[in-house]
């Protein structure tokens, strides 16, 4: 059992949603969750999916031969698929950004979303994701806005976009959101800090 923690916020010790996904994955089971790696996207190892890449995509589609640089970017595409597709449960933990997610799990989403690698068309012509296969994906989110109706002038295009793309490629998607996370005062930010880990804690218990 292997289970990949994708991590979208950089702040890392200073991050609410890393510290709910350690809770999580601390309380979890531990046959449920079996060996934890840790992935920060912003490791500056990851591909930048840029032109190499970008134009590598759509060659085989256009008939095209890929240049050495294409194809080398398009093997490091390859690689991080199968990297993922090596586990057997993923944890996400993001914080709104502008809201949307961080442009560094975006980059990432970039990577491993693929036509014929990580989804394809079965017979009807319809999208199905290959990757995920059923397998469990926990959605770890924070915001310091609330999107439960108090706002209705504000959207949230973070929820529902990454229930979207975990689902399309294939996995079984279940979300936990804390919101909303900004208080004025210490006291106040370390009772939602305990309060939003004890959430963590539960939700971790019963995965
Ligand atoms: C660059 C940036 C943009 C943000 N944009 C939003 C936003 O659009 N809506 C919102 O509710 N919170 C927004 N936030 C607040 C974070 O989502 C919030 O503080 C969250 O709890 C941080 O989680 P973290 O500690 O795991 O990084 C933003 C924070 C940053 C740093």
């Known amino acids: 059992m292997k289970t990949l923690w994708v991590e979208a916020s950089p702040k890392q010790d200073r991050s609410l949603s890393s510290a709910m996904a350690e809770t999580f994955l601390a309380a979890a089971p531990p046959d449920a969750v079996g060996q934890v790696e840790r992935f920060s996207v912003w490791s500056e190892d990851l591909l930048r999916f840029g032109r190499d890449a970008a134009i590598a995509k759509f060659a085989p589609l256009y008939g095209e031969?890929?240049?050495?640089?294409?194809?080398?970017?398009?093997?490091?595409v390859l690689d991080e698929v199968e990297r993922v597709r090596g586990f057997d449960r993923v944890v996400v933990s993001s914080p709104m950004w502008n809201w949307h997610v961080p442009h560094a799990l975006k980059a990432w989403i970039d990577i491993v979303v693929q036509p014929g690698v990580s989804f394809t068309l079965n017979e009807r012509g319809e999208h199905v994701g290959t990757l995920g296969t059923g397998k469990p994906a926990q959605l770890i989110l924070t915001r310091s806005s609330a999107y439960d109706g108090r706002h209705p002038e504000l959207q949230d295009f973070q929820r529902p976009y990454l229930e979207y793309i975990f689902g399309f490629l294939g996995y079984d998607v279940t979300t936990l959101v804390v919101e909303p996370t900004t208080r004025w005062s210490p006291e106040e930010r370390e009772a939602m800090h305990a309060e939003s880990l004890e959430t963590a804690r539960a939700a971790g218990a019963t995965w």
């Open 65 to 76: 031969q890929r240049t050495d640089a294409q194809e080398a970017a398009w093997a490091q």
